[in-house]
Structures are given as structure tokens and as C-alpha cells.
């Protein structure tokens, strides 16, 4: 074997070594003034961007030049570097493999590319497509077949080119490139004639776009994948949606049947107007609800299929099947990425959007709704220095008044009338901080000092007790837990003293003053606090819904809120104190009305609702009003 091949393979053995660790910046001026490359040669090096594109197209230069100095001086040259240990590798590597020209190593021969695909103009599209390696080497080069055509891409003497027969100097298209390897072919192609083609032709590594082809799809099936989520939250979110439809729908419905007979009577011809229009824009949601279902389910389908046929490409295909799927399915792909989603979820947010069955046109059609009238009041007999704190309303319709004494703190009773202000009974508990009337007739009432709440009869006697925490007033809900407020948190027991949930209930300023409570049919609890001049509702299940209420007295402010009660259609009624007025507000915790004003009340201390809807007031100074409000 000649010198100058030995020294070929050495170079060919080290190649990945060399592109990955030469820096040409440091040797290529004396390279070239020691003649070991042309100075175009060195112009080329110096265009490449990157150190290891350099480096591989100084060592193409090397293995094409024909003079076995330039390999010598290359080696001296390094020596003469920080990069003498490159020569010192180039050195040692031994030439274990005999002759031939097919014979370079199994491990330089498997670092070419399997498959090349070779683009050009339709001038010379008959020598374009995939081309495949061939296990046959020639001139210790790799060769290459058309995949479909009996065409070859191959290095017969000193340049790349395309004909008919591996060794054959004629061909369709050649280049003058020095690239070592075909993919790294950058100079033009000429046609047999020696004119330059009208064309560029560029290799590209194949396996590399499929595996960047790969990784695309693969993010693609991923973004689709998470689109496919949100169009099922669609169709789950449609059903529920529809379901709470439907509930809001016979909600209004018994809204509006229960009101009819309280109205004037020319009112009542609204009342059948008014469902039917309900049912109508129920039924006008629902078929919203059910398009958007079906919208998604076809999307979804759509998504379905696109993700499957591209995992079994991506995971089954080959290279060039993957690389023509892309770019078949991208569209698809582009359009199902875009499919508007938010659009969709937002035709199916909007429950009982009809204008005709809002509980405010309800109102508007039964002119002014909310129309309050006083229809009893009696005077609560107090001594000079006591107040009263509290009312409630049995199942039967007596009258509950907590009564507190200035002097002596700890010293307050519970006195009973009828609804016509007859006293019935009474009965003294010390360090009452609140109580609430119960189903079976009985009263729950909590004690701060002592960290206890105590059932009493009607007559005083004791039914039953357990410990509590720091108790401040009590309300009751559907499945009879007591919710007892304290400074801090909101406690839930059970009816046997256990404790089921609590919830965090901070006061924002100082505490100075007890918070009240009840429960409205869905069970969430509304908190009147008059230190932070609010209410705030939870759920059941503890969490917020939302806050009512700033310091002041315009619409929607408080200022010194106390007790809070539930209307039976869901409104929140407000004793706001100092302002001297009550608030209705919607379930919601939209301000509806003022119910009174200081023109008819003063300084109310807590409201409560009768089983017949009526409402009633208290006064601090023991005044009892009940008013029926339509």
C-alpha cells in the first residue's frame, strides 16, 4: 500500500476524532503557507460557521490532495499547537487492515448515511428521489442506488457523481466538490455536457430528517392529545351545564308559581307566559349544549384518527413513509391544532342566557317584585340598660328574641312570643352568644365563656350539650350539623357533638364584634361579619364563593353589618346596622334592592324568615317588625 493511502486511511479511520476535536483557526495560515492546501481551499474553510463544519472541510481537503507532504505538514504543523495530541492520535493509529479499495474500516463505513435524497429542478427530476447505501465501497467511498431507478451516486476517480454504473467515469450530473462524504456536497452539479445544470442539487441525510420528522409528529400527536382533552371536557361539561340548566329552569319556574298568588291579579296572566318562556330558552340552551357536544365529538373523532395513524407511522413507518406522511397530514394537523376550542366552550358557559326567563325580567313582568309590606310589629318590654341581639322563628311560627344586659355581660335570656307579640315563655342562659331555632322545636344556643352549645325546650329545659370553641353564633343546615362561628374559623358538628369541617374565616381588622350565620336550601353558609362590614359565602363544602359588601352606604356597602337570614327562594337578606337599613341581595351576591330604609327602621340587629316567607326585624332597642315582601 502506498504512503499516500496509508495516510488517507488514518485520516478516514480518525475522521469523527478530528471533526469533533480540530480547530482549524490555529493551523490553517501555515497550512497554507507551507503549500499543504490552496489558498481557495483555506477561503472555504473559513466560510463555515460552525469549529466542527471547518474542521470536517479541512479534512476533506487533506484526503483529496494528492501529495503525501500536505498530510506531513499537517502533522507538523500540529505539533507545533496546543493540538499536538491530534497528531500524536493520528500517529498511533495503526493501518490493521489490509489492501483494497473496498476496505475501510467496519467503523468509518458505518458512519456514513444510509439514505441521501437528492432534490433538484424537473430539468433533471428523472436522477432525483431517495437514494439507499449499498454494501459495495468503490474508490473507498460509499456508493449509492436510486430506490426506485438504475441510477448510482458514486466517486469513480476525484468527484462525486450520478450515472448509470458504479465506476463509470460518464454520468447524468457531477460535482467538483472535495466533500469526503456526500452529504456535505456544497458546490453546484454540471450536467455530461461540462455546462452547469440549471439547477442546485443538495444531499440531505434522511435518517436525520426522519428522526427530526419523528420528533415532530411525536409533538404533534402530543398537541393533539391535549386538544383532544379539552373537547372532552366539552361534552362532560355540556351534560353538567345542561343538567344545571334544567335545575335553573324549575327553579324560576317555582319562582315564578309561587309568587302568583300573591300578586295583583292582573299579574297572574304573566304567570303561564313566563314558564313557557322559560321552557323555551331551556330548550333553546339545550340544543346549544347538544351542537356543541356533537361539534366536539366529531373533533375529537377527527383527533382520534389523526393521532393513531400517526403513531403507528412514527412508530411502524419508514423514514421516507414517515417523511411523506408529514407532509400529507400537516394540514389536517395545522387544522385540528387550530380548532377553536375557547369559541366552543364558551357556547355552552352561559346557563339560561334567554332574556325572557332571567329572574329580573320575572320581576319587571310582575312589575315592582320586591314590594315590602308591614303587616305586624309589638314592642319588646327592655329594661334601661338591656338590648336586644337576636330573633328567630319556630316551625310554628312563635317568635324567638335573645336579650342582653349592658351591666352585666354575662347575664342574657331568651324570651318567646307569639307572632302577634304575646310573651309565651322564657328562661335566662348565661353567656348566651347566639342561638337558632330547630326543626323538632327545640333551640340550640351557644355559650362563648363556658365553650359550649346547649339544646333547651321552649320552657328552658335541658336536652342535650357538648363542647365547642370559642362560640359565636349558631345556624343550622339541611341535615341538621350546627355551623357556629368563632373569631377565626367557621366550625361544622355534627348533632352529636362531633366535629365534621372546619373552615378559615379570618376578620381582615380588629375583631370587636361577634359574626352571624345561616344557610340558605343549598346549604352554603353565609357569614355576616360587621368588622370587616361584609358577608361572605362558602359552600358546604368550605370553599369561597364570593364577598358582598364594603364600608359605606352607597348600593352594595355596609357599614356595621349583624344578622343575616335566607329568603325561601334563595335572596340573602342584610340587617345593615348603622345605615339603618336591609339589604336583598341574589343568591349570586348581586345587590337587588334596599327591602327598608331609615324611613321605616332603625338600627336593625338581625332579621329571620317565617315558614310563610314573611320576614322579620329586630331593633336594638326591641322593636319587632314582620313584613311580607313579594
Same mark, same amino acid.
Given at each position: 500500500?502506498?504512503?499516500?493511502?496509508?495516510?488517507?486511511?488514518? =485520516?478516514?479511520?480518525?475522521?469523527?476524532? =478530528?471533526?469533533?476535536?480540530?480547530?482549524?483557526?490555529?493551523?490553517?495560515?501555515?497550512?497554507?503557507?507551507?503549500?499543504?492546501?490552496?489558498?481557495?481551499?483555506?477561503?472555504?474553510?473559513?466560510?463555515?460557521?460552525?469549529?466542527?463544519?471547518?474542521?470536517?472541510?479541512?479534512?476533506?481537503?487533506?484526503?483529496?490532495?494528492?501529495?503525501?507532504?500536505? *498530510?506531513?505538514?499537517?502533522?507538523?504543523?500540529?505539533?507545533?499547537?496546543?493540538?499536538?495530541?491530534?497528531?500524536?492520535?493520528?500517529?498511533?493509529?495503526?493501518?490493521?487492515?489490509?489492501?483494497?479499495?473496498?476496505?475501510?474500516?467496519?467503523?468509518?463505513?458505518?458512519?456514513?448515511?444510509?439514505?441521501?435524497?437528492?432534490?433538484?429542478?424537473?430539468?433533471?427530476?428523472?436522477?432525483?428521489?431517495?437514494? &439507499?447505501?449499498?454494501?459495495?465501497?468503490?474508490?473507498? @467511498?460509499?456508493?449509492?442506488?436510486?430506490?426506485?431507478?438504475?441510477?448510482?451516486?458514486?466517486?469513480?476517480?476525484?468527484?462525486?457523481?450520478?450515472? $448509470?454504473?458504479?465506476?463509470?467515469?460518464?454520468?447524468?450530473?457531477?460535482?467538483?466538490?472535495?466533500? *469526503?462524504?456526500?452529504?456535505?456536497?456544497?458546490?453546484?452539479?454540471?450536467?455530461?455536457?461540462?455546462?452547469?445544470?440549471?439547477?442546485?442539487?443538495?444531499?440531505?441525510?434522511?435518517?436525520?430528517?426522519?428522526?427530526?420528522?419523528?420528533?415532530?409528529?411525536?409533538?404533534?400527536?402530543?398537541?393533539?392529545?391535549?386538544?383532544?382533552?379539552?373537547?372532552?371536557?366539552? &361534552?362532560?361539561?355540556?351534560?353538567?351545564?345542561?343538567?344545571?340548566?334544567?335545575?335553573?329552569?324549575?327553579?324560576?319556574?317555582?319562582?315564578?308559581?309561587?309568587?302568583?298568588?300573591?300578586?295583583?291579579?292582573?299579574?297572574?296572566?304573566?304567570?303561564?307566559?313566563?314558564?313557557?318562556?322559560?321552557?323555551?330558552?331551556?330548550?333553546?340552551?339545550?340544543?346549544?349544549?347538544?351542537?356543541?357536544?356533537?361539534?366536539?365529538?366529531?373533533?375529537?373523532?377527527?383527533?382520534?384518527?389523526?393521532?393513531?395513524? =400517526?403513531?403507528?407511522?412514527?412508530?411502524?413507518?419508514?423514514?421516507?413513509?414517515?417523511?411523506?406522511?408529514?407532509?400529507?397530514?400537516?394540514?389536517?394537523?395545522?387544522?385540528?391544532?387550530?380548532?377553536?376550542?375557547?369559541?366552543?366552550?364558551?357556547?355552552?358557559?352561559?346557563?339560561?342566557?334567554?332574556?325572557?326567563?332571567?329572574?329580573?325580567?320575572?320581576?319587571?313582568?310582575? $312589575?315592582?317584585?320586591?314590594?315590602?309590606?308591614?303587616?305586624?310589629?309589638?314592642?319588646?318590654?327592655?329594661?334601661?340598660?338591656?338590648?336586644?341581639?337576636?330573633?328567630?322563628?319556630?316551625?310554628?311560627?312563635?317568635?324567638?328574641?335573645?336579650?342582653?344586659?349592658?351591666?352585666?355581660?354575662?347575664?342574657?335570656?331568651?324570651?318567646?312570643?307569639?307572632?302577634?307579640?304575646?310573651?309565651?315563655?322564657?328562661?335566662?342562659?348565661?353567656?348566651?352568644?347566639?342561638?337558632?331555632?330547630?326543626?323538632?322545636?327545640?333551640?340550640?344556643?351557644?355559650?362563648?365563656?363556658?365553650?359550649?352549645?346547649?339544646?333547651?325546650?321552649?320552657?328552658?329545659?335541658?336536652?342535650?350539650?357538648?363542647?365547642?370553641?370559642?362560640?359565636?353564633?349558631?345556624?343550622?343546615?339541611?341535615? $341538621?350539623?350546627?355551623?357556629?362561628?368563632?373569631?377565626?374559623?367557621?366550625?361544622?358538628?355534627?348533632?352529636?357533638?362531633?366535629?365534621?369541617?372546619? &373552615?378559615?374565616?379570618?376578620?381582615?381588622?380588629?375583631?370587636?364584634?361577634?359574626?352571624?350565620?345561616?344557610?340558605?336550601?343549598?346549604?352554603?353558609?353565609?357569614?355576616?361579619?360587621?368588622?370587616?362590614?361584609?358577608?361572605?359565602? *362558602?359552600?358546604?363544602?368550605?370553599?369561597?364563593?364570593?364577598?358582598?359588601?364594603?364600608?359605606?352606604?352607597?348600593?352594595?356597602?355596609?357599614?356595621?353589618?349583624?344578622?343575616?337570614?335566607?329568603?325561601?327562594?334563595?335572596?340573602?337578606?342584610?340587617?345593615?346596622?348603622?345605615?339603618?337599613?336591609?339589604?336583598?341581595?341574589?343568591?349570586? $351576591?348581586?345587590?337587588?334592592?334596599?327591602?327598608?330604609?331609615?324611613?321605616?327602621?332603625? @338600627?336593625?340587629?338581625?332579621?329571620?324568615?317565617?315558614?310563610?316567607?314573611? &320576614?322579620?326585624?329586630?331593633?336594638?332597642?326591641?322593636?319587632?317588625?314582620? *313584613?311580607?315582601?313579594?
Amino acid at each position: 500500500m502506498s504512503k499516500l493511502e496509508t495516510y488517507r486511511r488514518k =485520516l478516514r479511520r480518525n475522521y469523527k476524532f =478530528l471533526v469533533t476535536n480540530l480547530t482549524t483557526s490555529h493551523i490553517l495560515d501555515e497550512l497554507y503557507q507551507e503549500c499543504a492546501i490552496e489558498f481557495d481551499d483555506k477561503e472555504r474553510i473559513e466560510r463555515e460557521i460552525t469549529t466542527a463544519d471547518k474542521a470536517r472541510k479541512c479534512v476533506d481537503i487533506l484526503l483529496c490532495n494528492p501529495a503525501p507532504g500536505a *498530510y506531513e505538514t499537517f502533522l507538523r504543523v500540529l505539533r507545533g499547537t496546543p493540538q499536538e495530541y491530534i497528531a500524536n492520535q493520528l500517529d498511533e493509529t495503526e493501518d490493521e487492515i489490509d489492501g483494497g479499495k473496498s476496505n475501510s474500516s467496519v467503523e468509518y463505513r458505518a458512519e456514513y448515511c444510509q439514505r441521501l435524497s437528492i432534490v433538484g429542478m424537473v430539468d433533471h427530476a428523472i436522477v432525483a428521489g431517495t437514494y &439507499i447505501r449499498q454494501e459495495v465501497f468503490y474508490n473507498d @467511498r460509499p456508493t449509492y442506488k436510486h430506490e426506485s431507478k438504475p441510477y448510482f451516486l458514486h466517486h469513480p476517480s476525484d468527484h462525486w457523481l450520478i450515472g $448509470g454504473e458504479v465506476g463509470h467515469l460518464a454520468g447524468y450530473l457531477y460535482t467538483d466538490s472535495l466533500a *469526503y462524504r456526500p452529504e456535505h456536497i456544497d458546490t453546484s452539479w454540471y450536467a455530461a455536457d461540462r455546462l452547469q445544470a440549471n439547477m442546485t442539487v443538495t444531499s440531505t441525510d434522511v435518517e436525520k430528517v426522519a428522526s427530526q420528522t419523528k420528533q415532530s409528529l411525536t409533538q404533534d400527536i402530543a398537541n393533539l392529545t391535549a386538544k383532544k382533552s379539552a373537547f372532552q371536557d366539552i &361534552i362532560s361539561g355540556s351534560e353538567k351545564k345542561d343538567e344545571l340548566a334544567k335545575r335553573e329552569a324549575e327553579k324560576l319556574k317555582q319562582f315564578v308559581t309561587n309568587r302568583q298568588e300573591t300578586v295583583m291579579t292582573a299579574m297572574k296572566q304573566y304567570t303561564n307566559t313566563l314558564i313557557s318562556d322559560i321552557d323555551n330558552t331551556y330548550q333553546n340552551d339545550k340544543k346549544m349544549f347538544q351542537c356543541a357536544k356533537e361539534k366536539a365529538c366529531v373533533t375529537l373523532a377527527a383527533i382520534d384518527s389523526a393521532c393513531a395513524d =400517526l403513531t403507528e407511522i412514527v412508530t411502524h413507518g419508514k423514514h421516507d413513509e414517515m417523511i411523506k406522511t408529514n407532509d400529507k397530514s400537516q394540514g389536517l394537523i395545522t387544522e385540528l391544532l387550530n380548532n377553536d376550542v375557547e369559541h366552543l366552550a364558551n357556547e355552552t358557559r352561559t346557563v339560561l342566557t334567554g332574556q325572557a326567563c332571567t329572574e329580573d325580567v320575572v320581576k319587571q313582568m310582575f $312589575g315592582k317584585l320586591y314590594k315590602i309590606r308591614l303587616i305586624d310589629e309589638f314592642q319588646v318590654e327592655l329594661a334601661e340598660d338591656e338590648f336586644l341581639f337576636q330573633v328567630g322563628v319556630t316551625p310554628g311560627g312563635d317568635i324567638v328574641i335573645g336579650i342582653g344586659k349592658k351591666s352585666e355581660p354575662k347575664k342574657k335570656r331568651v324570651v318567646i312570643f307569639t307572632n302577634k307579640g304575646l310573651r309565651k315563655s322564657a328562661f335566662n342562659v348565661d353567656c348566651l352568644s347566639g342561638f337558632v331555632t330547630l326543626k323538632d322545636g327545640n333551640i340550640a344556643v351557644t355559650q362563648a365563656l363556658r365553650n359550649k352549645l346547649t339544646v333547651y325546650t321552649l320552657d328552658g329545659a335541658t336536652v342535650s350539650s357538648f363542647r365547642c370553641s370559642k362560640p359565636q353564633h349558631i345556624a343550622v343546615n339541611s341535615k $341538621g350539623d350546627f355551623i357556629i362561628t368563632s373569631p377565626d374559623v367557621i366550625y361544622t358538628y355534627n348533632q352529636n357533638g362531633t366535629l365534621t369541617q372546619t &373552615i378559615s374565616d379570618k376578620t381582615n381588622g380588629e375583631h370587636k364584634s361577634a359574626k352571624y350565620v345561616t344557610t340558605n336550601t343549598s346549604d352554603d353558609i353565609v357569614v355576616s361579619d360587621p368588622n370587616d362590614h361584609c358577608i361572605r359565602v *362558602y359552600n358546604s363544602g368550605g370553599h369561597p364563593q364570593y364577598t358582598y359588601g364594603t364600608k359605606g352606604d352607597k348600593e352594595g356597602q355596609l357599614n356595621n353589618p349583624n344578622g343575616v337570614a335566607s329568603a325561601v327562594n334563595g335572596d340573602i337578606v342584610i340587617a345593615d346596622g348603622r345605615n339603618h337599613r336591609v339589604h336583598l341581595v341574589s343568591s349570586d $351576591g348581586t345587590f337587588n334592592c334596599f327591602l327598608l330604609t331609615k324611613d321605616s327602621i332603625y @338600627r336593625p340587629k338581625d332579621v329571620a324568615v317565617t315558614p310563610e316567607g314573611d &320576614i322579620v326585624i329586630a331593633e336594638d332597642k326591641g322593636k319587632v317588625k314582620i *313584613y311580607n315582601y313579594l
